[in-house]
């Protein structure tokens, strides 16, 4: 299920038997927008059990501390971005050009710190069944989430589906030549494709990330 806000800017939950998952938040204005449509949905604040954060960079986490308030969920995040969650910042060196450094002396770009809950790894389970696939390169603890019982991809950062499937601004990224590899982690056989910016991909439309894996995997990256 698909929580959008902002026109390029998604957080996704996931229903589950003991409860919701939400992945990702967005900017300090996405709480509001995200309790609203789970409360369409027939759910309270309460019903959420964890947040499961793909990576620490502002438009994911800036919401993170007053979503944590309102739902008392328990907050997870790869072991590699839990330092700058907890710095409230992107550290200086946490992007690869200069462009990137200079947003993150931005006020903007600073986020209320976070100590997550409990860090993931490469291969955990997440309860709900989301399967954690780490992609470095956009940061070094970037992780996509595998929902197996419904064959659906979230993935975060690790790609970008905005006029047309993208690996987005290598100055962004923490290490951007790492990032091919990262998609080459991911597996190929889904059913949906979902998107922290850009449109989700369900059906035959799944066939154009495939395609884009192999473009993407075949890449020399650039020095
Ligand atoms: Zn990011
Ligand atoms: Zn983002």
Partial sequence: MRVG?????NAFVIEGDDGLTLVDVGWASAPGVIIEALAGLGHGPGA??????????????RGLATMREH??????VHAADAAWLGA???????RSRAVGSTLDRLPIMRWTPVTPDRTLSDGDVVD??????????????????????????????????????GLGPATLAHDPDSRPDAVARLPRDVAAVGFAHGAPLTGDATDSFREFMSATSGRTPKR
């Fill in 5 to 9: 806000h902002g026109d390029t800017e």
């Fill in 48 to 61: 959420v059990r964890r947040i499961v954060v793909t990576h620490a960079h502002p438009d994911h986490v």
């Fill in 71 to 76: 739902t008392g969920a328990e907050v997870l």
């Fill in 88 to 94: 409230g910042r992107v550290p200086p060196g946490g």
């Fill in 128 to 165: 709900g069944g989301l399967r954690v696939i780490h992609t470095p390169g956009h940061t070094a603890g970037h992780i996509a989430l595998h929902h197996e019982p419904t064959q659906t991809l979230l993935l975060g950062d690790a790609a970008f589906h905005l006029r047309g499937l």
